[in-house]
């Protein structure tokens, strides 16, 4: 006993039990980030965990079931306040990564790399030809007809 009058082996078990959140949050990160594992199958070995370190070194020992109740609360508090934040900084991550713009496939950026070229003439020769004075009604089938050329680059992508 110590002096709160708490059983020296409670506070190991909780000590190991915050020291196996800790390091089986790495592990459960790992294996999420690889794949390798579903959540489901993290958490059912992380309880099998939690269970057999108050098992292992109390093995011997009969508890009332409120003790029992009060020492696998406790149990499960320490080792699992590392996987609540592991889990919740897993999360913030994905959800900036997934804010990310992704890159256009190199055929797709071609036409789009495209369409922004020719509109751009497009727009300094309209610009160029009405600061002339040149632009008249008899050109706008021609403009109309390069526009929809850009929307079907657009439309193939």
Same mark, same amino acid.
């Given at each position: 006993?110590?002096?709160? +009058?708490?059983?020296?082996? %409670?506070?190991?078990?909780?000590? %190991?039990?915050?020291?196996?959140? !800790? +390091?089986?949050?790495?592990?459960?990160?790992? =294996?999420?980030?690889?794949? /390798?594992?579903? &959540?489901?199958?993290?958490? #059912?070995? +992380? #309880?099998?965990?939690?269970? /057999? !370190?108050?098992? #292992? %070194?109390? @093995?011997?020992?009969? @508890?009332?079931? $409120?003790? =029992?109740?009060?020492? /696998?609360?406790?149990?499960?508090?320490?080792?699992?306040?590392?996987?609540? &934040? +592991?889990?919740?900084?897993?999360? #913030? &991550?994905?959800?900036?990564?997934?804010?990310?713009?992704?890159? $256009?496939?190199?055929?797709?950026?071609?036409?789009?790399?495209? =369409?922004?070229?020719?509109?751009?003439?497009?727009?300094?020769? !309209? =610009?160029?030809?009405?600061?002339?004075?040149?632009?008249?009604?008899?050109?706008?089938?021609?403009?109309?007809?390069?526009?929809?050329?850009?929307?079907?680059?657009?439309?193939?992508?």
């Amino acid at each position: 006993m110590n002096a709160d +009058g708490m059983p020296t082996e %409670i506070i190991l078990i909780f000590v %190991i039990e915050f020291l196996f959140g !800790i +390091g089986y949050n790495a592990l459960v990160a790992l =294996a999420h980030k690889h794949k /390798l594992v579903h &959540v489901s199958t993290s958490v #059912v070995v +992380g #309880v099998i965990g939690t269970l /057999l !370190i108050p098992t #292992v %070194i109390w @093995f011997d020992h009969e @508890f009332r079931f $409120w003790q =029992a109740g009060l020492l /696998l609360t406790g149990c499960f508090t320490a080792s699992g306040i590392p996987m609540i &934040v +592991g889990s919740m900084r897993r999360t #913030v &991550v994905e959800t900036k990564d997934r804010k990310k713009r992704r890159p $256009w496939p190199n055929e797709a950026a071609n036409a789009r790399d495209s =369409a922004v070229m020719e509109l751009t003439n497009l727009a300094h020769e !309209i =610009a160029e030809r009405s600061k002339e004075n040149k632009l008249t009604l008899n050109d706008l089938p021609s403009y109309v007809h390069r526009l929809y050329q850009v929307v079907g680059t657009l439309k193939s992508v």
